[in-house]
């Protein structure tokens, strides 16, 4: 290797650019043929067997190089322009350039790279540039590439240092170049603004930084260049051979991102076909973090790729919160809220999940996500079980613990037993049980949404949530404190077979809730009865059989697996009971019997299958096919719909492999079932499903066709795992939606169901002089529950005026109905303000024997013993 | 130097117009020779020499008319690597070109010196 002397070099460069100009005017690159000549120097040293070229060889050489040049040479036809020539100003621009290649190629790249990374203000307002360390990995490269070509194309070194470094610097600088047009791009939208930013507030670099940075590496290249050829480096890649590979590279990473913002529209349009492409290209290759990301800051990702993908470049268009939320669920099969919230930081490095983010549905009609540090802190179940009256009145108690640094709304959905009603809510306010009053549904509801939501007192609501599930709401649980509730239901128990004297109770169960319950925290359970019981088969309870019969123990306080239930001898046949209740008009009771089926046991000559095709249905394939569709009789006409993001029909039994992905509208399933089974005989419809997190679009339909068809069309549903079921709430005012009463073995209860075993409660008014001789008299819940099977009546969808009906009765009899709802309030002023009023102590439910149903009970026994006696003589 | 003598000079000048050039890119055409080679090559032919100052910028100039290009870099085992020059595909149509029209002009030079009336 030659090495030249400083002095050389110097002298070298200052007589090339003596002829720099003559060069230029030639349309020669001078910089091209300067590294010639110093090639050729260096050969001449070798030749001369030097190891070093100094000042006076490099004179020698260049009077006889540089004697006739450009003299032999003929211009070219068009000149190129001239070179400038060298000049103190030059000097001056070229340092003032210098200076800025570092503060804006080196210095505020590496600065805004080091403040996302710690503050996230882009990925929180716009979209992330930095989604995994494979970018950052990327993004640091620009700065470091621009450093090192600022160094490497300094003049100042020697040949031997650059010698080595100017190909790896070559390479550097296209990948430089590469990253960051791609990320000038994505500012691109930004880019008009922070320039404006710039001019009026002086701020507004941060988004500028890529584009400066690209710039930087492109008057880099020009350096490298110019040193390249005054060195003997072989020459790098052309610049575009590194750079397009790196901004594709990018911009397929990219891509699973870009397409969510793309997409999103899409998978919420009302174009079915629309819908399922989408979705189906979502769940192909969308990123999954950020459709969870957007569920809480719908807009991030806002890009200019994103916007070019979407062929749209219509600023003002945005995502909302909703549409985020579906998408996700749509795509994945998972509520966002089933899911632990993403990290998203604010400026002072502030998580704004935990503190920052207010809870959406406060005061709505969803639980949605858990809140962090809002836990259950107890959980007691209280109750007695009256099998001479085929009831049971349970009470749960529970006690919210809030950890939060702000007042928070606990909110529970929680599954009754078969047919109850919740008939009593108390909040304990200042240690002070305080009851309910009960009211209109939307009554309540406004209520409670002035008093907790505007006021933030201390309410709680009670409604229903689709049938056999209500949902509870506390406001406030306070900072550091403790909110604790009650609520009373009246059961009616479950004759699975009228063949067999046994009757069945299934315990109430949270399946779905926005606090957290302990590992270590259990519902504690202490029901006693007039019957010794049983407990299922899944059911941890203990059975003592002495008299009063009681039934202890721990069930699990999460909503996770099924409820637990019990078995209890009921009386066969049993004998008609008579219930009485002060707020019946005089002269009048409840006479209830159990009525067998009216045919015998058999499997309906067709049915129809509705299977939801989501991804949460696939742990239930072997179970559904083995348990239930094998267990169908041959000659049964069957129909299967499943529903995908669009129904699939097959005649027939569900095939053995079915495909679970996503979570799919049933809506359109269901509508499509609904019409085949009408046309086909009113057949039954059993609809398999997991948890129905969202509405469904496309019901109206399946509205339509139950208003006509005049109460023909029945869903027998059965949901697998726990979860919100929104079509089922969207359906309650038809009451053609039915919950399977199953209890613990889904499947042998769901066959049963379909060969009608079961034996039904039937409960109405006669005169109390019309009651038969052999009538038992029963408890005030029978009341209730007929009082409830009247408003249901009542309220019926065909019928216009019994809404009002519905309303006083439900009010009457302190129940809460789909037309009705329980508020508790602070004050008698905030109760009068909403035209309600609280409950009589004296008249809500209670675990011990009410002094009414006691004095019953007496009679009964009394009129029980003077019969047998008779009978006897 | 007499008039005639200053006057060839001149009209030699006029006629190495672009005579260079087609000279290089011909030597090229046959085969990839560095940059010393073609110096080599052209002071064997007589009255082609060229100074190593005036060659390189031609060579330059031809490479950034995109008639030749550098092929590779040959290493030397005393002295720096040495650029390897070929012709593009565009330098050898135009070389074909201006190999037809020396052609033609020799024709037209043959015609000149023996005319005859048609």
Redesign the interface.
């Known amino acids: 290797m030659?090495s030249w002397t400083p002095q050389a070099l110097s002298l070298f460069e200052r007589r090339c650019e003596e002829r720099r100009n003559a060069?230029w005017a030639?349309?020669?690159?001078p910089d091209?043929?300067f590294a010639?000549?110093k090639?050729?120097i260096?050969?001449?040293?070798?030749?001369a067997r030097a190891s070093t070229v100094s000042a006076d060889r490099v004179q020698t050489e260049l009077e006889?190089?540089?004697?006739?040049?450009?003299?032999?040479?003929?211009p070219?036809a068009t000149l190129p322009p001239a070179a400038p020539s060298t000049s103190a100003f030059r000097i001056w621009f070229g340092r003032s350039t210098t200076v800025m290649l570092w503060l804006l190629g080196v210095i505020l790249p590496l600065g805004v790279i080091l403040f996302e990374g710690l503050a996230g203000l882009c990925a929180e307002i716009l979209f992330d540039p930095m989604p995994t360390w494979w970018h950052v990995l990327l993004i640091t490269l620009v700065p470091i590439a621009n450093a090192a070509a600022l160094l490497t194309g300094s003049r100042a070194q020697t040949v031997d240092t650059a010698h080595p470094r100017l190909r790896w610097t070559g390479m550097a600088n296209g990948l430089a170049i590469g990253i960051s047009a791609f990320y000038a791009l994505q500012f691109a939208l930004v880019t008009p603004f922070a320039v404006l930013a710039i001019i009026y507030f002086g701020i507004g670099l941060i988004p500028l930084a890529p584009l400066f940075a690209f710039l930087c590496a492109v008057a880099l290249r020009t350096r490298l260049r110019r040193a390249r050829f005054l060195t003997?480096v072989?020459?790098p890649a052309a610049w575009w051979k590194t750079a397009l590979p790196v901004f594709l590279l990018l911009l397929l990473l990219a891509l699973p991102r870009l397409m969510v913002p793309v997409y999103t529209p899409q998978v919420n349009d009302t174009d079915p076909a629309v819908r399922a492409r989408a979705t189906t290209l979502l769940r192909t290759f969308g990123s999954r973090d950020l459709m969870l990301r957007r569920c809480y800051r719908p807009n991030v990702n806002m890009d200019f790729f994103s916007l070019l993908l979407s062929g749209s470049f219509r600023l003002g268009q945005t995502t909302s919160r909703t549409e985020a939320q579906t998408t996700y669920y749509r795509v994945t099969g998972t509520p966002y809220d089933a899911v632990p919230p993403p990290r998203l930081k604010g400026l002072r490095g502030q998580d704004l999940i935990d503190s920052d983010w207010l809870d959406p549905a406060l005061g709505g009609e969803r639980v949605s996500a858990r809140i962090r540090n809002l836990t259950l802190a107890q959980s007691r179940l209280d109750g007695r079980v009256d099998t001479a009256s085929g009831i049971a009145y349970l009470e749960w108690t529970l006690e919210f613990r809030n950890a939060s640094k702000t007042q928070r709304e606990a909110r529970a959905l929680i599954e009754l037993p078969p047919g109850a009603v919740v008939s009593r809510v108390t909040l304990w306010i200042n240690g002070e049980p305080c009851e309910a009053a009960f009211g209109g549904r939307s009554q309540t509801r406004r209520a409670y949404q002035q008093i907790a939501v505007r006021q933030r007192r201390d309410p709680v609501l009670v409604t229903t949530a689709g049938p056999d599930r209500v949902l509870l709401q506390c406001f406030p649980v306070p900072v550091d404190g403790a909110m604790k509730t009650r609520i009373g239901i009246s059961v009616p128990l479950v004759v699975p077979d009228a063949t067999q004297a046994e009757a069945a109770l299934r315990l109430p169960i949270f399946v779905e809730q926005n606090f957290t319950a302990p590992a270590d925290l259990h519902t504690t359970v202490w029901l006693e009865s007039d019957q010794p019981a049983v407990g299922g088969a899944a059911t941890p309870l203990q059975v003592s059989n002495s008299d009063p019969f009681s039934i202890r123990g721990k069930i699990p306080a999460n909503a996770a697996g099924p409820a637990a239930f019990l078995r209890l001898p009921l009386a066969h046949p049993y004998p008609p009971i008579a219930a009485r209740d002060s707020r019946l008009p005089d002269g009048l009771a409840i006479l209830q019997t159990l009525d067998p089926p009216t045919a015998p046991p058999a499997f309906p000559e067709t049915l129809a299958i509705v299977i939801d095709g989501s991804a949460r249905m696939r742990d239930y394939r072997t179970h559904m096919t083995e348990h239930i569709f094998d267990l169908l009789p041959d000659d049964m006409r069957v129909c299967t719909f499943i529903a995908r993001d669009e129904t699939e029909v097959i005649e027939g039994k569900p095939p053995e492999r079915l495909r679970f992905v996503g979570g799919c509208d049933n809506g359109p399933a269901l509508a499509r079932a609904a019409e085949w089974a009408v046309e086909n005989g009113q057949a039954p419809i059993l609809w398999l499903h997991a948890a129905q997190p969202l509405a469904s679009l496309e019901l109206e339909a399946l509205r339509q066709l139950a208003d006509f068809s005049r109460g023909t069309v029945v869903i027998h549903s059965h949901q697998y795992g726990p979860g919100a079921n929104r079509i089922a709430e969207q359906l309650a005012d038809l009451d053609i939606i039915r919950p399977l009463p199953v209890m613990g073995n889904d499947a042998a209860d769901i066959i049963d169901h379909l060969q009608h075993k079961a034996a039904h409660w039937s409960r109405r008014q006669i005169a109390s002089d019309e009651r038969p001789a052999a009538t038992a008299p029963g408890s005030t819940h029978i009341v209730r529950l007929w009082a409830a099977d009247e408003i249901k009546r009542l309220s019926a969808p065909l019928r216009k005026t019994g809404h009002d009906d519905a309303v006083e009765l439900a009010r009457t009899f302190q129940l809460v109905t789909p037309v009705s709802g329980a508020v508790v309030l602070e004050t008698a002023a905030q109760y009068q303000a909403h035209d309600l009023k609280p409950a009589d102590p004296a008249s809500t439910p209670g675990i011990v024997p009410e002094p009414a149903t006691g004095l019953l009970l007496l009679l009964g026994t009394s009129l029980l013993l003077a019969w047998r006696r008779r009978t006897r003589t | 130097m007499n008039g005639n003598t200053s006057y060839i000079a001149q009209w030699m000048t006029q006629i190495r117009r672009g005579w260079l050039e087609t000279c290089i890119l011909n030597l090229l055409a046959g085969e990839d020779i560095h940059g010393y080679g073609l110096l080599l090559r052209l002071r064997h032919i007589p009255g082609l020499g060229i100074s190593e100052g005036s060659l390189y910028p031609l060579l330059s100039r031809l490479r950034l008319q995109g008639l030749i290009v550098v092929r590779r870099l040959e290493e030397s085992p005393d002295g720096p690597p040495r650029k390897v020059y070929g012709l593009t595909p565009r330098g050898r149509q135009v070389l074909a070109l201006m190999n037809r029209h020396f052609d033609v002009m020799t024709r037209q030079h043959q015609l000149a010196q023996n005319w005859s009336a048609p």
């Open positions: 030659i060069l030639l349309g020669a690159d091209e043929v010639d000549w090639a050729l260096d050969t001449h040293a070798a030749d006889i190089l540089l004697v006739d040049t450009p003299s032999a040479l003929d070219p003997d072989p020459p």
